[in-house]
């Protein structure tokens, strides 16, 4: 490779393992040990990636003599094949992280398999009438919750499925754990409900909303319930006060959002920058004074936000397949990749030592950063 070609090379060129699957990439999921990482596509088939590099950038990282000048040389050998699995559905087949290394599968036909490390469908934990569309679980609960877009199901250590929620006529596609597996949230048309965990199921509050939920996560400790909406923004839910607030104001559907547990932040997609908030001061009733400048602003919508496990980072896919890391509450932005198909996932290890990738031409990727790099 010539001087030139190296000079144009993006850091994505230099720092990712990159694959391409026949259908876009849907959603990925690190392990919870961090050793693989899952991505779901459009097939309905899911693909596994070790995250262990054989070239880490540390390797191939060379510091100039004369001047001190850092470089670092493109790979030499191309990465393992990817491990993927047979359809297991007709489109996008819903992931959860599963023990240490293994996933959660939900299948077309109502199945939630236990996917290995290696490929292999070792076992059935969860069977139920219909496809199932929407998949959550909590290791520290044991507890594993499935919807088939109507019916809402949750199974105890493997247990039979109990049906928690009948849904004749809204769709439930959209569920998610509290991270200490107290509380579940079940996002359906135009609203969504919380159910107690502790003990036995049980609602615990039921929100109108204006529009369908497409994301949801809660924040660390469980106090706040992030809710992207199809349109009109997102809901941010306190579990505190039990107050709903609607953030309005985004031109597209948030369909991520994340929490800088760091910076005790909230982040969404959807907008033309990267939108944030401090949480000291939440967004509620139009508060605007704990809002995050982050990034810059462009033509081009963010379709996906990661934050850094450690760092007062933030990493964003957009709509041209352009992806940065941005300082939280600052312009400065890291270029990883200046354009490209799509973004449609993005994950940090949990070491944030990682970013895995997905978009919409079916490119899957794990990029490994120097531990330097983010000092």
């Known amino acids: 490779m010539n001087q030139h070609a190296i000079q144009n090379l993006t850091l994505f060129d230099l720092l990712a393992r990159s694959w391409r699957r026949p259908s876009a990439v849907a959603e990925l999921r690190f392990s919870a040990d961090g050793s693989t990482v899952a991505f779901a596509c459009l097939d309905g088939t899911v693909a596994i990636a070790a995250v262990a590099d054989q070239e880490p950038p540390e390797s191939r990282i060379r510091v100039s003599g004369d001047l001190g000048q850092t470089t670092i040389r493109p790979r030499e050998k191309l990465p393992a094949p990817l491990i993927a699995t047979a359809a297991m559905g007709d489109g996008n087949v ?17 199945k939630a398999v236990h996917l290995s490390a290696d490929g292999n469908v070792l076992e059935t934990l969860v069977k139920i009438d219909g496809s199932i569309v929407a998949i959550d679980h909590s290791d520290r609960a044991a507890l594993t919750a499935v919807s088939n877009g109507q019916d809402i199901f949750l199974s105890r250590g493997g247990g039979d499925a109990a049906r928690l929620r009948h849904g004749a006529t809204s769709s439930a596609d959209a569920i998610a754990f509290s991270s200490d597996g107290r509380h579940l949230a079940c996002g359906f048309d135009h609203g969504l409900s919380i159910w107690a965990l502790e003990g036995g199921a049980a609602p615990m509050r039921n929100i109108s909303l204006s529009a369908r939920p497409v994301s949801m996560r809660w924040s660390d400790d469980g106090t706040w319930l992030a809710c992207g909406l199809e349109t009109g923004g997102f809901a941010l839910v306190s ?24 910076e005790n932040a909230l982040f969404a997609s959807g907008a033309f920058r990267i939108a944030g908030w401090s949480m000291t001061a939440p967004p509620r009733d139009g508060e605007t004074s704990g809002a995050l400048e982050t990034g810059r602003a462009g033509l081009v919508p963010v379709e996906t936000v990661a934050a850094h496990p450690e760092k007062k980072l933030i990493a964003a896919g957009y709509a041209n ?33 990682h970013l895995a990738v997905g978009t919409v031409d079916g490119t899957a990727a794990i990029v490994t950063f120097p531990a330097q790099m983010f000092k």
């Open 321 to 353: 397949g352009r992806i940065t890391i941005a300082q939280i509450g600052a312009r400065d932005e890291l270029l990883v990749r200046p354009l490209g198909s799509a973004v449609t996932a993005l994950a940090w290890s949990g070491d944030g030592l």
């Open 94 to 110: 819903p992931l959860a992280s599963y023990l240490r290394s293994s996933f959660l599968v939900g299948t077309a036909a109502g």
């Open 239 to 262: 579990m505190t006060d039990g107050r709903t607030d609607i953030v309005a104001g985004f031109p597209l559907p948030v369909r991520t959002v994340c929490w800088s547990l760091p």
